[in-house]
């Protein structure tokens, strides 16, 4: 059974970074690629980073490029978020994501973990 858990979430004040882990189990994921969305309250799921595990290319979404990372440890199974001067409006639920495709449309993702919350202060 495929199991995403995220961690790292909490309260940082504006212009503080955070670094979110998504650790992966239950299969082989060699051939998937990873994502992060994010979802603020009122307002729908949106991409923010992906990565395959294969050969490390990376994507980012346009709120967040120049100020997140997104990155691997294959030996640990897990993937990264690290962020970096956060703004209030980065305040929302995280989620990790797997699929066996690549694009930013959450259709594409197979797997969901069940999110971490991150609260920027202004």
């Known amino acids: 059974q495929v199991q995403l858990v995220e961690s790292g979430g909490g309260l940082v004040q504006a212009g503080g970074s955070l670094r979110l882990s998504c650790a992966a189990s239950?299969?082989?994921?060699?051939?998937?690629?990873m994502g992060w969305f994010r979802q603020a309250p009122g307002k729908e799921r949106e991409f923010v980073a992906r990565?395959?595990?294969?050969?490390?290319?990376?994507a980012y979404g346009d709120s967040v490029k120049g100020r997140f990372t997104i990155s691997r440890d294959n030996a640990k199974n897990t993937v990264y978020l690290q962020m970096n001067s956060l703004k209030p409006e980065d305040t929302a639920v995280y989620y990790c994501?797997?699929?066996?495709?690549?694009?930013?449309?959450?259709?594409?993702?197979?797997?969901w973990g069940q999110g971490t919350q991150v609260t920027v202060s202004s």
């Open positions: 994501a797997a699929s066996q495709g690549w694009g930013s449309r959450q259709t594409v993702y197979d797997y």
């Open positions: 239950g299969r082989t994921f060699s051939s998937y690629a």
């Open positions: 990565i395959r595990w294969i050969d490390n290319i990376s």
